[in-house]
């Protein structure tokens, strides 16, 4: 949903089904479920010479506690993750990790700034008018030890 009303945003981008299936690499049935629930929740709106139009600047999910819907939110970005380390091209991503012995107690911290640090890439890397595509930041943060 939110890669789908990422591209929408792009200016000249096609709004059709079958055009937004080809670009994010997914099923056409995907794309048309999608936009319709997105018009359901009054995230998109349509009209015949505008296309798909968000209804709201952005989005935000509550990232208070996990649920179904996020948890696979999160697995499927991390599998698109996969797929672009394993297929795209070094110089049109970046893939990296970081090891840091600390306290549980730092989570909530961490947690804040990664927030910080996503908002402040989006307010100064976001164009509509000159995008080519959409891009995912995703990062985690997880105890790796037992």
Not at 47 to 69: F, L, P
Not at 72 to 92: G, S, T, Y
């Amino acid at each position: 949903n939110l890669a789908i009303l990422s591209l929408i945003k792009i200016k000249n981008e096609s709004h059709q089904p079958e055009a937004l299936a080809k670009r994010l690499g997914i099923h056409v049935e995907q794309v048309r479920d999608s936009l319709e629930r997105m018009k359901r929740l009054d995230l998109i709106t349509w009209s015949e010479s505008d296309g798909y139009r968000a209804s709201h600047q952005g989005v935000r999910i509550n990232n208070k506690n996990s649920s179904r819907g996020g948890i696979q939110f999160n697995l499927q970005v991390l599998e698109k993750c996969k797929i672009a380390i394993l297929e795209q091209k070094f110089d049109e991503r970046v893939a990296s990790a970081i090891f840091i012995p600390a306290k549980a107690a730092i989570v909530a911290q961490v947690r804040k700034e990664i927030t910080d640090f996503r908002r402040q890439l989006a307010k100064k890397y976001c164009d509509v008018d000159t995008a080519e595509g959409v891009y995912c930041l995703s990062a985690q943060f997880f105890k790796l030890t037992t």
